[in-house]
């Protein structure tokens, strides 16, 4: 590759203590995900990690930059920058700050992950986050564009990605999106995304002068629809 992906890493390890890690820290450039997991998104991570003992566990550090940033269905991660510091203790990883910008915008998060023997893209984990000026087209190419604050707690079990959504319209919004002269005030949804289909349970659409409720089933690799 015209920049091979290349890292230095470093750690202090004692086998047979309680705690073996005594620390470890890493630096990577060029680092593409999916040379190393065929079911990896595409990157290119510059950036630092560092694990230090803390108790009978763990505390992380991450701070990284991606410069093939992209939507998930074009095989890239929607994230530009990541900031991180995390735990691990009694086998599990809690996610204690997350700053991430991406999609337009920034993203701030907290949230935990169940241990490796458990762990899975649509199980083990759960969290929240707060967003702030996103654009839903940078994170999947067949949504609309527009510019977002809001909040979202999401769950993932039983290979399904559980979620409460609030938003609202952030300033001025981009072209061609559908939020000019709708007037929105606030949109909330809770619903689920299973086996290729968003099922928004309860739906509510607030303007200046209306309201919509109701439920709707959506499967954007086929734009179908039902509610």
């Known amino acids: 590759a015209a920049e091979p992906m290349s890292a230095d890493v470093t750690a202090k390890v004692s086998p047979w203590a309680a705690q073996p890690v005594l620390s470890a820290q890493a630096r990577f450039r060029a680092l593409n995900l999916a040379v190393l997991w065929p079911d990896a998104p595409q990157t290119l991570l510059n950036g630092s990690a560092q694990v230090v003992p803390q108790g009978s566990g763990w505390q992380g550090q991450l701070?990284?930059?991606n410069r093939l940033a992209g939507p998930w269905d074009k095989g890239r991660v929607p994230v530009d920058s990541a900031q991180a510091r995390l735990q691990f203790s009694a086998g599990r990883w809690t996610i204690q700050t997350l700053d991430a910008?991406?999609?337009?915008?920034r993203v701030k998060a907290q949230g935990q992950l169940a241990d490796a023997a458990t762990l899975g893209a649509?199980?083990?984990w759960q969290g929240q986050a707060q967003l702030f000026g996103i654009n839903p087209a940078l994170i999947h190419s067949q949504?609309?564009?527009a510019r977002l604050d809001g909040s979202v707690q999401a769950t993932a079990a039983k290979q399904a990605l559980v979620f409460d959504a609030r938003l609202q319209p952030?300033?001025?919004?981009?072209?061609r999106s559908p939020l000019q002269g709708l007037r929105l005030q606030t949109a909330s949804a809770r619903g689920q995304w299973a086996a290729g289909w968003l099922q928004l349970q309860d739906l509510?659409?607030?303007t200046d002068d209306a309201r919509l409720q109701g439920q709707l089933d959506l499967q954007p690799a086929s734009n179908t629809a039902r509610g």
């Not at 910008?101 to 915008?105: E, N």
């Not at 952030?170 to 072209?175: E, L, N, T, V």
């Open 63 to 65: 701070d990284l930059a």
């Open 101 to 105: 910008t991406g999609a337009g915008g």
């Open 122 to 124: 649509l199980s083990g």
């Open 143 to 145: 949504l609309s564009p």
């Open 170 to 175: 952030a300033g001025q919004q981009p072209a």
């Open 204 to 206: 509510n659409i607030q």
